[in-house]
């Protein structure tokens, strides 16, 4: 392990292989998932070799270690964000399932027909699905900050929705697409003076800019693993630990409870009553050692590295004919650039590029809304992470080239 930028790449085992023979590879697609270093590889192949047994409930000589491990990256996560208290981590499946945890507990109790909730025209269909859920369940309305032709939050707009009093306010921190970063801190002040609570889809910030959850202002936070160097299967939805108190529980079985009898049940205390049944484990110990990964290279360098990397491939991207890259200018967006090529479908793109082992997105990345605001079906979209390197820029240009060639 290295634990530095400079030189992480290589403690990406995957970073090494090739695309296809003789073609190095060039992942630009960590916006979908991240690739793994060594050390969380080797953490969830030591948990299983050596420690795995159930959590929480056997008093033996593994069970106790699982539970060590398995909790020790409640901490790790708790020190990561700085939230005020482990039981404020929330261990869910992903971030997809820690909004649907809110859609279902905290707004099914305290949101009525007729509630408004304020989303954005760029949101992750993560962060527009379960709403859409909620309105056709309960008859909550849904109103959308619209997006700029820039790719940022008509804030104008925003003022005027906030003052229809909405009681949730739910938005992206970082466009998946766009790469935005959103003013979450005063996004969030305007909501709560307005009296909403604010959720942030944190799954495209927490693993690229530090993020501090005791000055962010957001009342809930989702975000996933395996978008931060960790495993698939395991995410994390951070709320207050009053929310959370007076919030009805999820899903219920064991684990969640504190006493059950034929009668009923009591819930168990934070965080364990919204983890109902066997928990991801291994996932949980993977993802403790993504976070301490990470911190060992320090949240301020992987941002620092990224906008360095978009400035770089913003300019390389315009310089090519017929290119046009979507989202605001570099100081305004975090590592994703979606760009369409004149005349060329982008998953024809995404084809070619593969050939030259460079592995892009193309299609709706799962924002349809945001895409039909722009008039388009798709976008290719190379995403960056802190393995990469302006070689990797340089080799995406090469094959655009090439892809003109082809179409032209
Ligand atoms: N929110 C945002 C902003 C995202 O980018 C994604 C995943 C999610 C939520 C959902 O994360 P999950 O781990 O629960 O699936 N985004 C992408 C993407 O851009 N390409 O593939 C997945």
Known sequence: MTHSLATCRSDFPILAREAHPGVPLTFLDSGASSQKPESVIRAMDDYYRLHHANVHRGIHVLAEEATALYEGSRDSVQRFINAATRKEIIYTRNATEAINLVAYSWAR?????????????????????????????????LDFVPVTDDGLLDLDAYARLLTREPKLVAFTHMSNVLGTINPVESLAAQAHAAGAKVLVDGAQSVPHLPVDVQTLGADFLAFSAHKMCGPTGIGVLWARQELLEAMPVFMGGGDMIRKVTLAGFKPNDLPYKFEAGTPAIAEGVGLGAAVDYLTGLGMEAVAAHERELITYALERLEEIPGVRVYGPPAERKGGVAAFTLEGVHPHDIAQVLDRDGVAVRAGHHCAQ???????????ARASFYLYNTR??????VVSLYRVKKLFA
């Open 109 to 141: 109790a305290n949101l009525k027909a007729g509630d408004r909730i304020v989303l954005t025209e760029m949101e992750h269909h993560a962060n527009l699905v379960p709403w859409h859920i909620l309105a056709g369940q309960i008859g909550v309305e």
């Open 369 to 379: 809304p945001l895409h039909e605001r722009f008039d388009l079906a798709a976008t």
């Open 391 to 396: 070689d990797d820029v340089d080799r995406l």
